[in-house]
């Protein structure tokens, strides 16, 4: 992979160990062989690698970019191309400390370590696609792109953090800021974190604000999007040999077709199948491949494919990792990467953005009773709607009723398998006894109530943002990527697609019942109907069906969940019961707590972590 890591400390030691910063920059590089960049002073020192790479130092200051980062201040722009990012990032701060940050643009992290003022500012961009992890050890600042780069420095032994593992099998992941081991935390998109004199402050330089009374003529925010998603993309395929993901969705589909309109040329488009009923989309991607004339690549992904992958995905995640859509995602970008290329571009980011995704629609349901108000439910309709038994259509409309009168978000995360499940009933009295099972929850509601939004539709928006696009999306398709050698970039996720969807009113985002509305509808005679008309899909992992039908793999899984009987963690009489007849009545649902348990194990084997 590549990334940025180092520390900082206000005492000054006057020297610094090479050895120091050559260790923790070595998991920076242990998959696509980046060169290692490094420089250090009296009060720390940073290493970066990767292309996209930038050092500037001088006596009193060290700082480091990673990424496509930019200036939208003219003068700053300016010096930035005469004398790099790195160096005009020094200067702004100077001149204006951390408020440089809010002229900052692009994919990028950063650290700024002031030997002056004996400050440290660390910071990622607004969307979140470039991570950064810190901690403190000792008198010292350390961060990195990976928990495993903080690890390599001395004397900081990781500790497993039991919540973050509660965390993980409620969200499938750890969301931050909290991180898998104690003691260590990630910064938000859009935050940035101050440190000085040894305290430690995290603020954040810029906020999704939706502007929601705005009104357009539709030519106007037509053009305006399709000039947005073209300069996107053509940022995003500026330099290496570029190809893009084709799951045959509106996204995938979007960018391929814009990235044969920027170069000039036919795009490298790259698809995923699986020999599964149900869950193989190749058509889809073959009419876009089609339909844009793109040099179209395929590959299907088999049982034994998902062997091999399984500990090699949770060797690339820093933390536990349970998206089980980061198999096929591998083997795509390792398709690419086959065919030379070295720079995947990938649609996320389209769904959270415009609102793609299923759950909006059924919100919108849910929210046509629970806007009513509350004396005409309570008094007149719920009385009369619970006097008959739950059968037939009645059943249906006391369940409808129930479900909308859950508060948000709550009602938006009713399905959580693990609460559907129950804590109790999968965790060993200790585990549980020694967490917070109600976090999760005021996460989500702080999130949700934090959103500088009015309407229904742009706050499940921000909630998705944060924990499904930041925390789950962007991780899988960089790790997979990573490990198949290739940087991946998000063209949809550029400043300009981001500040547009901020000013598009919420009806056009999600019309009734209607996903995408605006979206669709600016793209009508871009893409094929077909793309247009069909319902959401994307790499979905058959792992549930595969996981009774192939010997090898449900071996692998069974393996997996009887060294995890041995840690204290999972109650053992749970795993027999989900692995016997919980997933012989439905594969496909119970097939999915398997696998996010079975890739905890497997995390905690290939780091060598104990709970």
């Not at 961060?143 to 903080?150: E, K, P, R």
């Not at 970039?489 to 547009?500: E, H, Q």
């Amino acid at each position: 992979m590549s990334g940025l890591c180092g520390w900082f400390s206000c005492e000054r030691p006057g020297s610094v160990d090479p050895q120091v910063i050559a260790t923790m920059g070595a998991p920076l590089s242990r998959f696509d062989g980046s060169t290692v960049h490094s420089a250090s002073t009296g009060f720390g020192a940073v290493a970066v690698a990767g292309a996209s790479a930038n050092i500037y130092r001088d006596d009193e200051r060290l700082v480091a970019v990673w990424g496509k980062a930019r200036f939208s201040d003219a003068e700053l722009a300016a010096f930035s191309q005469q004398h790099g990012i790195a160096h005009a990032l020094a200067q702004g701060f100077a001149r204006k400390g951390t408020d440089v940050l809010t002229n900052l643009a692009g994919a990028f992290a950063l650290a700024i370590l002031d030997g002056r003022g004996g400050e440290a500012v660390l910071a990622i961009d607004r969307m979140g696609t470039r991570p950064l992890c810190y901690s403190v050890a000792g008198d010292k600042l350390v961060f990195g792109s990976t928990l495993d780069a903080i690890s390599a420095f001395p004397a900081n032994t990781p500790e497993v953090n039991r919540q973050a593992i509660y965390d993980y099998i409620y969200f499938h992941m750890v969301p931050g800021p909290r991180t898998i081991h104690v003691g260590r935390h990630r910064l938000l998109p859009g935050s940035f974190l101050h440190w000085r004199n040894g305290k430690a402050e995290t603020r954040s330089y810029w906020e999704m604000r939706f502007v929601e009374d705005e009104r357009r003529p539709l030519p106007e925010l037509n053009k305006g999007f399709l000039d947005a998603v073209r300069k996107g993309v053509r940022e995003a395929a500026q330099d290496g040999t570029v190809g893009t993901f084709l799951s045959g969705g509106t996204d995938s589909s979007t960018v391929a077709g814009m990235l044969g309109e920027v170069t000039g040329k036919a795009a490298r488009t790259y698809s995923i199948g699986f020999e599964a009923q149900g869950y193989d989309e190749m058509h889809f991607a073959r009419i876009a491949a089609r339909h844009f004339g793109t040099k179209h690549n395929e590959y299907y992904v088999t049982p034994d494919d998902v062997v091999t992958a399984i500990p090699r995905i949770a060797a690339v995640h820093d933390q536990p990792f349970g998206n089980s859509s980061a198999v096929p995602t591998y083997y795509c970008a390792k398709l690419a990467k086959n065919d030379g290329v070295d720079t995947l571009l990938g649609g996320d980011g389209g769904d959270e953005l415009f609102g793609g995704n299923e759950r909006y629609a059924k919100q919108y349901l849910y929210s046509l009773y629970s806007d009513l108000p509350r004396a005409l439910r309570k008094g007149l309709i719920e009385p009369v709607a619970f006097l008959a038994p739950e059968f037939g259509i009645v059943g249906k409309v006391q369940r409808y009723i129930r479900n909308a009168s859950l508060p948000m978000p709550a009602r938006y995360d009713n399905y959580n398998l693990l609460e559907r499940l129950g804590a109790g009933n999968i965790f060993v009295p200790e585990f549980l006894g020694a967490i917070d099972t109600l976090q999760p929850r005021l996460m989500l509601e702080h999130a949700y109530e934090g959103a500088r939004a009015l309407s229904l539709i742009n706050r499940m928006l921000a909630l998705d943002l944060r924990f499904t696009l930041a925390d789950n999306d962007l991780p899988k398709v960089t790790r997979s990527c990573e490990l198949a050698g290739v940087e991946a970039r998000y063209p949809l996720l550029s400043d300009s697609i981001v500040a547009f969807s901020a000013g598009l009113s919420p009806y056009l985002k999600l019309k009734g019942t209607r996903l995408r509305y605006f979206f669709k509808e600016a793209l009508r005679g871009f893409l094929p109907d077909e793309i247009i008309a069909k319902t959401k899909h994307g790499f979905g992992l058959p792992f549930g069906p595969w996981l009774q039908t192939y010997r090898p793999l449900r071996q692998l899984a069974l393996d997996s969940l009887a060294d995890l009987k041995k840690r204290s963690i999972v109650r053992p009489q749970f795993i027999d019961e989900l692995t016997s007849s919980l997933v012989e009545s439905h594969a496909s649902y119970y097939g999915t707590m398997v696998w996010v348990l079975m890739m905890l194990e497997q995390w905690l084997r290939q780091h060598g972590a104990t709970e």
